[in-house]
Nanobody, 113 residues
Framework: QVQLVESGGGLVQAGGSLKLSCVASGIIFSLNRVSWYRQTPTKEREWVAS???????LYQTPVEGRFTISRDGAKNTVYLQMDDLEPEDTGTYFC???????WGQGTRVTVSS
């Protein structure tokens, strides 16, 4: 049984930082491409960033240079370091393994202006 548990969200002022974590059980992150998605009140759930099995990273253009996705294989955890946050980054953030149907409960990020 696969479980994904996101954490690390919170309320932060614009320009601030947060680091999100996604811990997995029942699946090995380092053997899979793992992505972060976010859902906002005005948009469908959208892809934010990915990390491949060999560590290649990809980012949605608006977050490139501000967000960093990384992985700790020993902890089976994927992180999303978010710097220079903007109000538009507000939303609920989820992680997901490519090709798998599982979603966690998400972690809420609120950026105040």
């Amino acid at each position: 049984q696969v479980q994904l548990v996101e954490s690390g969200g919170g309320l932060v002022q614009a320009g601030g930082s947060l680091k999100l974590s996604c811990v997995a059980s029942g699946i090995i992150f380092s053997l899979n491409r793992v992505s972060w998605y976010r859902q906002t009140p005005t948009k469908e759930r959208e892809w934010v960033a990915s990390i491949s099995q060999d560590g290649e990273t990809l980012y949605q253009t608006p977050v490139e240079g501000r967000f960093t996705i990384s992985r700790d294989g020993a902890k089976n955890t994927v992180y999303l370091q978010m710097d220079d946050l903007e109000p538009e980054d507000t939303g609920t953030y989820f992680c997901r393994v490519y090709g798998e149907p599982y979603w966690g409960q998400g972690t809420r990020v609120t950026v105040s202006s």
